[in-house]
């Protein structure tokens, strides 16, 4: 078969965990309802304009949308526990930008005494290697800080309102 390349497959499980200063339920809806406003301009994948929603409902998407009718489906909701403050998201890695992979992606926020912690579990498998585990990571760490903590915390927003 020409042009035929063998890809070895795994199976990795992380966690992160980002502090925010605020209720969760500020949280939640920030996460959910809001998410246009937090998400980084470097995670707009399919223009500099697009804008990003999340249906938190089971098949639900979150998905970016660009004015020139572009899209990009980044997760469906699997399973959403608005009253328990959880979320179970898949999503897919095409071979262009590592994989193919898909991720299971569990967002919970936890009460604690000065706010609430998203607690994040990213589980792949496919193909997979230390170096997109790592961008994987630190790209998931810098949306939810440098993105959501600093929208609720601070205000600051990404979107054009």
């Not at 035929?4 to 795994?10: D, E, R, S």
């Not at 605020?22 to 804008?51: I, K, Y």
């Not at 997109?132 to 600093?150: P, Y």
Request: charged letters at 20%; a negative charge.
């Amino acid at each position: 078969m020409t042009g035929a390349k063998t890809l070895t497959a795994g199976a990795v499980t992380y966690e992160l965990e980002i502090p925010i200063d605020a209720p969760r339920e500020r949280v939640w809806q920030a996460l959910t309802d809001e998410t246009n406003a937090w998400w980084l301009p470097d995670f707009h994948m399919v223009d500099p304009d697009s804008t990003v929603t999340f249906d938190i409902q089971a098949g639900g998407h979150l998905v970016e949308h660009s004015a020139d009718g572009g899209s990009l489906l980044w997760m469906t909701v699997h399973w959403a526990r608005p009253k328990q403050f959880t979320l179970y998201l898949v999503g897919h890695i095409a071979p262009d930008w590592g994989g193919p992979a898909t991720y299971n992606l569990k967002f919970a926020l936890e009460e604690t005494d000065v706010g609430c912690v998203l607690k994040v579990t990213d589980s792949h498998h496919g193909h997979i290697d230390d170096g997109n585990i790592r961008s994987l990571q630190e790209g998931w760490t810098t949306l939810f800080t440098d993105g959501l903590k600093q929208f609720i915390e601070q205000g600051v927003r990404y979107d054009s309102k």
